[in-house]
Each structure stands twice: as C-alpha cells, then as structure tokens.
C-alpha cells in the first residue's frame, strides 16, 4: 500500500486488515480502487457509502465491492480515517 493519500489516514487495524484477509488479486485492486475514490470523492455512487449504527455508531461503510466493505470515520478538515478493511459482515 504505497500509495499516497491527500484525505485518507490509516489505522494499525486497518492496516492489518488487509494485509491479513486471504484476498484474491481481483479483490486487493479493488481496495485499492475504493481508496482512491473515497480520497478523490467520497460520494462516488460505486462506494455505497452509508452510516453505521448500532455498536459503528459515528462510522460509516464503504463498499470495494458486493463482498468487501470498508469501514472509515470522518475526521475535522474532510480527512478520512480508515478504520477497517473485511469481508462484508465479517467483523
């Protein structure tokens, strides 16, 4: 993940995440694709993004696809902070 980021923070969790789910090639471009959508434009219709509720109350979910979410705080300034990287449902 050597990519740079203009809006986006990244969590040790998140961070874990990724490098520790069994993610296909397929599945790894398109976290990566996510990412710079939710940097460039986080309304990005692709992205699905939506609040949490519940126990994610104050986060919110972006989907990398039908079966990946990610999830992310909003942070002062538009910064986004990337809190974790699953299967969706997964915890």
């Known amino acids: 993940m050597a990519a740079?980021?203009?809006?986006l923070d990244f969590t040790e969790t998140f961070l874990e995440t990724f490098a520790?789910?069994?993610?296909?090639?397929?599945?790894?471009?398109?976290?990566?694709?996510a990412?710079?959508?939710i940097d460039e434009n986080e309304q990005h219709p692709s992205l699905r993004?939506?609040?949490l509720a519940?126990?994610?109350?104050?986060s919110w979910s972006?989907?990398?696809s039908r079966s990946i979410r990610l999830t992310f705080e909003?942070?002062?300034?538009g910064r986004r902070r990337?809190?974790?990287?699953?299967?969706h449902y997964d915890r």
């Open 35 to 37: 990412l710079r959508l």
């Open 20 to 33: 520790s789910m069994n993610f296909s090639k397929n599945e790894r471009s398109a976290v990566l694709k």
């Open 4 to 7: 740079k980021y203009r809006s």
């Open 62 to 64: 972006a989907s990398a």
């Open 82 to 87: 990337m809190l974790t990287c699953s299967k």
């Open 49 to 51: 993004v939506h609040k």
């Open 74 to 77: 909003r942070l002062d300034g």
């Open 54 to 58: 519940g126990d994610r109350e104050g």
